[in-house]
Nanobody
């Protein structure tokens, strides 16, 4: 079994910063991509940022210049730092991993339970 456990989030004032962390545990052979998605009320889940095992990053246009995603391959963790947060950053943030649990299995998507981020204006 694989688990992704998020930490961080909560209530943040507009203009402030948030930091989210996620740790993957369980049967893990390799993690190709880790990152963060979010879902605002009444909207579809959307990409925030991802990072590959080699460090290549991808950011949503809405967070470029404000967000930094990083990972520790040895610890199987990924962190999202976001500055100058806006009310539209409010939502449930989900940790994501494209992961191979064993050498004999193909990679698949895994998700955390989600952590609420609320940005007050």
């Amino acid at each position: 079994q694989v688990q992704l456990v998020e930490s961080g989030g909560g209530l943040v004032q507009a203009g402030g910063s948030l930091r989210l962390s996620c740790s993957a545990s369980g049967s893990i052979f390799s993690i190709l991509v880790m990152g963060w998605y979010r879902q605002a009320p009444g909207k579809q889940r959307e990409l925030v940022a991802t990072i590959t095992s080699s460090g290549s990053t991808n950011y949503a246009d809405s967070v470029k210049g404000r967000a930094t995603v990083s990972r520790d391959n040895d610890k199987n963790t990924v962190t999202l730092q976001m500055n100058s947060v806006k009310p539209e950053d409010t939502g449930v943030y989900y940790c994501y991993a494209d992961l191979r649990p064993t050498p004999a299995r193909w990679s698949r998507d895994y998700w955390g339970q989600g952590t609420q981020v609320t940005v007050s204006s």
